[in-house]
């Protein structure tokens, strides 16, 4: 009795859409076609996220140009803040490059956690099972068998996507608090220092085991790595035939597999750079900042790599800026702490700044129009 | 046998707050919006009923803010994907980001403060006689009551009221929902927002009931198990009450086996909840290969009338 509205006439409703804005003689029009806005969607949506954590501030009872102020003076305003903010940017970039060439295929990799920590423990199992190795061939190797180890990490959840259609979102998140729980083994438990008065880490690296620093800063040579793999990022994506199938696979589906594009088989090699890049900056890690693996080797890069990735749009040579940004967010985030606010803060604010960012880009797409 | 009604009991109270969280996900999905904000609602229900709670000690206040915070957030996220059209899989993650990130914020000052609350529980004196059952059943807080109670309430909703099959054929195929004349928008604002707060309700249940005092990112993964669920459970709401328990179940298994001294470390224990979603939902992907899939056909795409096909 109550299915009867489906009887009904077709509602006048359909042609009413001109006459919502009353007398106004324009009315937002949506068109799904225009590229999604330009280059300062993203400046604009920072601008308002940073407006809408003003907010929470001043609910603390704090002066947000004070405490803006005071982050852009930690992550900008001293030669440390400077290094301190790239050496943040380091991991991100790599991190965010590995899940953008994920999401360039509609792939939700969101396990970068995971393969960046699986990276970092294999790279430490080098420094741990191959104690006799030559000097000289320790980094190689080390870095060799962390991108190998985050590339399985990446499997892991390629091979459930692929052969058994299961949503890799959720797969790999739950290696993400597999792998935080195999590090917290391995650094409470067998690989622990007996001689680190109960620290929840490794040995510290022989200087062998150590990436070289660059001008005497904590800056290390991992930026290198990090600024090569944009270069062979971008090229492969735009020269190559395989970063042609990738993006026909991007944008559409169907069309790729009716072009005869072996979609598993990409899938799998994309999850296997896609982890393979984030174990990289896990092992550039430990061997460039921490100098052994412990407990919270990672402060959430992996997670904010999305963030990274999302505000450049993708792009590769954006991501070198917006990593530098949040970077600076996050050496921000520790120098508020000096004044009472917990450094939850600048994930609260890389949080804001996806959302208004998203809706940034959609709303970009409406376009006021003239009705006739 | 008394370890028989220990682990239903115990994977009751451990699935009930799942149970809250894959009812709200299957009322999402249903209308064709996927919300992977799950985790972030979460947290900010749990967040905010430690801080309301502390603050006014009263219970109908704490999950009167709660559903008011996270029906919030859902209604951002519907604002995000319904009116603006934008992709629903990047807005669940902005929820989730977010809503760890500014849980964490707000929680500062709760931080390990325990929370001093009893939910009143539902006592059956007469099941007491029957052996297990009674053990199990008797004594039972009223929101597993309540969670149980909607899980039969929404089935019923969803698979035998017209307004359900409304919202089936609005998750199936909007166009042909929009051309009977059922608002898309409308119905799936509704649901994304009361999916929401069930989201909630079940960060509300975790800390009041199961963990009560607030650590940061306390649901530690649980949101996203719940997501996994809903494909478990095959958008059924019945069928996610056993979801639920079981994986409750699995949850507190890695707690009592440490109890019994296992000779296996306490963190390889904690990873079995993960690892059996992934090896679950496999199985399932396994199993249901030649089947046609029973997710709503139109799950993740917005619509909008002018590019109806």
Redesign the interface.
Known sequence: MSQKSSFEPLPVELKQDNKKLGNVPFRLEYDAHKKGGSWWVPIISIIVALMICAVFILFNGMNPITVYGKMLAGAFGSSFGISETIVKAIPLLLCGLGVAIAYKIAIWNIGAEGQFILGAIGATAVTIFLPNLPGALYIPVMMVVGFAAGAIWGLCTAIPRTYFQVNELISSLMLNYIALLLLDYLVYGPWRDPQGFNFPGTQEFTPYQLLASLGGTRLHFGLIFALAAVILFAFFLAKTRWGYELRLLGANPVAAKNAGINITKHILIVMMISGGLAGFAGAIEVSGVAGRLMYGISPGYGYTAIIVAWLAKLNPWGMIITSVFIGSLIVGGYSVQTIGLPSSFSNMLQGAILFCLIGGEMLSKFKLKKVD | MEIIPLIIAAAISGGTSLLFAVLGGILNEKAGVIN?GTE?IMLIGAVMSAIVFIQTNNLFITLAVVLIATGFLGL?HA??CIT????Q???G???T??????S??LG?SVAGVPIPVSIPKVELDWLDAIPIIGQIFSGLDIFIWLSIALSIILYVYMYK???G?HLKAVGDNPSTSD????SVAAYRYFHVIAGSMLMGVAGFYLIMVYSPNWI?GMT??RG??A??LI?FARWNPIYALFGAYFFGGLDSLGFRMQIYEFNI?S??L??IP??A??FI???I??KN?NKPSVEPKSLGNPY????RL
């Open positions: 992977l972030g951002l604002f995000l603006l059209r934008a992709n899989t990047v807005s993650l902005a929820i980001l977010f809503g760890t990130g500014l964490a914020y500062k009221t017209a307004w099959l051309a009977m004349g059922i940061e530690s993964g996203w198990i997501i996994a494909i470390p963190y390889f904690k990873m993960y690892a979603t992934i939902l496999m199985f992907g396994w290969r909008f009338r002018e590019q």
